[in-house]
DNA sequence: GAAGAAATGTTATGCTATATAACAATTGAG
DNA sequence: CTCAATTGTTATATAGCATAACATTTCTTC
């Protein structure tokens, strides 16, 4: 099929001028990419942030990482456990605390951080090629301004 | 708690200065406004997508919908078939090709559109003013460039 | 026109992410 | 001390996305 497709493009109905149908296209598109250069590394998403936030936070709660990531204490209970399972994650009794967890990185999580790292960067350099440093740093400032939506509900 | 967090704010690890995390939780907020916005209203983001492109392609195939909203033909059964129950959409026959149907909206379905879209201009009018119309404007382009990524598969 | 390839809708199935409710053990506040 | 809150956990449910297989129908190619 030639380029412009001359056909009849089915109409978008404007949704692609709306912004949260296109933040979920990128999304798809960039977690895919993320997907593609992590060859050789079983991290997704969402253990490579869980495992960054312990690399960076040694002996952190559980519930400390769940406010960090805003996920909820009863997802990652399963999540840490296959992360202990793989042999990435450490969970040792805090004893200041005996209802809490202290979660440590094994050396081989240390490893896999660091390889999921490197891949990582990879990754934004191709964003970064296809955006131009300027539009990185912009999208990434409105990005951040839009994640203050969520935090209008109060405490509660 | 008073802004500016003096406690010990988790060390998020640069996460937030990651394009792929950082969307996914600017489209965590995103939905989470939009689903606030709908009051009344049943529709999810999805459904209101298909809803979309129905209702500016009447008589469209089920594939024809999957290709432009990028979903898979399986899952689409399954919305098709809500949509049709909650009797907003309505399968037809098609005479030029008896594998397809064609979609149409029911009278109900055009004021559920009619509806959704008006809560939705109030959710975009939210979105502008938070990043301004120029934010969102440039917001927009660089998201397109990211949706990119994913058609870097050639058709195979 | 016949044979093989492709498209369409469908079912079945699995996995990931996310959400809530309930619980025991422990800690903190009044 | 008593009661409320926190922490990790289990059980459970839902939405979203993916693949494989299938029957029917259409298209292609000879």
Redesign the pocket.
Known sequence: MPPGQSIAATDLANLDRQVGYML?QAQ?AVF?DFFAKQRGAVL????FSILAVIGRNPGL????V?TAL????????????ALESLGLVR?EA?M??????RLHLTPAGQRALQAALEMQTEHEARITLLLGINGKRALLRQLAKLCELGKTRSSS
């Open positions: 979920r798809l895919a997704r998403p969402g253990q709660s559980q519930a400390k769940c805003r996920l909820k204490r009863a997802n990652l209970v399963a999540a840490i456990d969970r805090s200041t605390d005996r209802r809490s967890n």
